[in-house]
């Protein structure tokens, strides 16, 4: 059986969230880990978790 | 992919679920125009497209309960109103979608006592019938801002996307409902991953009403997308749907 490739990679590190799409003021932008942000909102990342490589090359966050 | 009929499908006007008083719909088309084109020196017609529409045609039953047919339609609204018709109740299934001026509601009193209204939804916004899939199944409730488990696409698109919400009526909900649809590119099964929001829908301030929104979005799509309520409320009950502009469309951005 093939198994489905996860998301559970390196990541730490800082990010603050970015707005590309243009969303209104107050509303989600990004979620992660189930944590919704917002555009200004700084996301800690620690050890183990999501691969967020993706989500910086489509500018919805960037690295400090 | 089988054959299916068109047992269990659903109709939502503009915030009203008025399924249980639908008993035909009649017509479902987006008609092109054609224009004429034949020069002298051929012998058979030449015809290129013209301007598309967009129609929804149905047959309601006589329902005067609150949140019916009758509310729904004798207003004759003079704004454009959001039809769908849902052909499936499962997330994933196809969906076709009119943003329209309703035209009549016609009354027949047939000879053997049969009471029906014939309506009318022609499009009025520029564009046409529009077919997507749906992102929640049947009617969905949400108590708090959660997510519904995403849909895989099973690659992602550049054209962009519309998105299109019906929020319906309800007499007990409070707070602010911020609708989005959101996706994701890493996800494995529409509930892990990093998601982003892609179309976020006008704050719903007054969730006891019902009302309608056709939302778009140019650029990416990623692979999945999923229906997501946000914000502080009780009470959500919506459907949503997506349809992805491709390469090729009349939209495509």
Known sequence: ?64 | MVKKSGIGQRLYVHGFDISGDTGQINNIGSPIGLLDVTSIDVSAMERIMGKRDAEIDFTAFFNIAADREHLALKGLPLTDVLGVVLFGTTAGDQMAAISAKQINYDANRAADGAFGFGVQLLGSAGFPLEYGLVLTPKITTHTSAADVTGIDFGASSASGAVGFLQHFEDTLPSGTIEYDIEDSSDSSDGDDGAWANLIAFSDVATPWAGIAERAIVAGTVNRWTRASTNGTFTNASFSMSLRRRVSGDYDAA
């Open chain 1, 1 to 64: 059986m093939t198994q489905r490739r996860t998301t559970t990679r390196r990541a730490s590190g800082t990010y603050t969230v970015q707005n590309p799409r243009g969303i209104p003021k107050g509303r989600m932008v990004v979620k992660v880990d189930g944590q919704a942000y917002q555009a200004g909102d700084t996301i800690k990342v620690s050890g183990d978790k999501m691969d967020l490589d993706r989500f910086v090359e489509q500018g919805f966050i960037a690295r400090d």
